[in-house]
């Protein structure tokens, strides 16, 4: 509800000075809060307002915590995400993959959150509207390990295959995987989009995400917790 988002908006803002004045500019746990009020902007579809809070959160995580620290994994990811939507697939590449490297170490290559990882590089280097990032192979071997590491039951990690495959030209592959995700299909899986993606792959056309407009969200692809 508007009123209760109003509320957390103005809790956060009211938060942060208090915070910076008591524990200084790099504490840990005021990019914390940074992260946290990016993370609500971010889900409101305020990516302008995002952006720069998500990047000085990692900015002071790298500098007080070091660059691998487990609590920058998902710092890395929720910016990349938000890169990604904002069609700067080119700056959210590097981040996915510093993201994947730091929950493997930190949490053993089996990890829900390192199937997770696998699943967004999938998902950028079948579907980046910038051809020059664009990838197949890389594509469905990334989603093939998030697959592998759910057992074949995740729905969103299904539908990513589906375009992967769709990338690499294999669109039998891609309808058959799209097909079953909608078949296994939650309520935090699209099925809308998955039919108008299934109807591509049919006629023999890859999906292509394009850039959110300010003020649009993604259900798909709300940010992770910090």
Sequence with gaps: DQGKDAEAERLYKQALPIMEKAWGPEDPELAKCLANLARFYHTQGKHTEAEPLYERSLAIGQKVLGPEHPDLAPRLHNLAILYRLLGRCAEAEPLYKRSLVIYEKAWGREHPDVAMAHNEL???????????????????EHATQACDLTRWTEANYLGTLGAAYAEAGKFEEAVKWETKAIELATLEY?????????ELYKAGKPYREEPEQPGQTSGEDRPGEQ
């Design 122 to 140: 999938a998902w950028l280097y079948a579907t980046c509207a910038e051809a020059g990032l664009r990838d197949g192979r890389k594509a469905v």
């Design 190 to 198: 699209d099925t809308a989009a998955a039919d108008s993606r299934l």
